[in-house]
């Protein structure tokens, strides 16, 4: 099964978590910035909803032109200050119904400021890993 993760992160918390992610299944992170380089069966994108809940424009573009001849499956993790799923946020954006964009998210504590400056805490980064070994585990099903 070919994976891949991205991730958009502006304070550094939604990459700390993409990295932890790739790192505990054997692949390599990296930002929106970077299109995928070949079809891929999961893709795990990372995020943090931002002003009035809505995704960065970087993550919207990028969710925007996956096509299912690109992407399979996805799964979402996200990191913010209130725990926020930015699942939905992510379904709106995808314009190819075919993806398959599961319901299983992650969510953690991101940094805002000086608020929660120690998160994604190493107990998030291993919970985090957890949820991209089920969610691996049930699209191989």
Not at 39 to 55: C, E, H, N, R, T
Not at 104 to 122: E, V
Request: glycine letters at 4%.
């Amino acid at each position: 099964m070919k994976i891949a993760v991205r991730y958009y992160s502006r304070a550094g918390s939604t990459k700390k978590l993409a990295e932890a992610l790739a790192q505990g299944i054997g692949v390599k992170a990296a930002s929106t910035a970077t299109p995928l380089a070949e079809p891929v069966d999961l893709l795990f994108i990372g995020g943090a909803p931002y002003i009035a809940s809505q995704l960065a424009p970087q993550l919207r573009q990028f969710l925007h032109q996956l096509t299912v001849d690109q992407v399979k499956h996805i799964a979402v993790f996200s990191t913010s200050n209130w725990k926020m799923a930015i699942r939905k946020q992510a379904q709106r954006s995808l314009a190819d119904p075919k993806i398959d964009l599961l319901e299983d998210s992650f969510q953690s504590r991101g940094s805002l400021g000086a608020i929660n400056k120690s998160h994604p805490t190493a107990e998030e980064c291993d919970q985090v890993v957890a949820f991209a070994k089920r969610v691996i585990a049930q699209v191989q099903e």
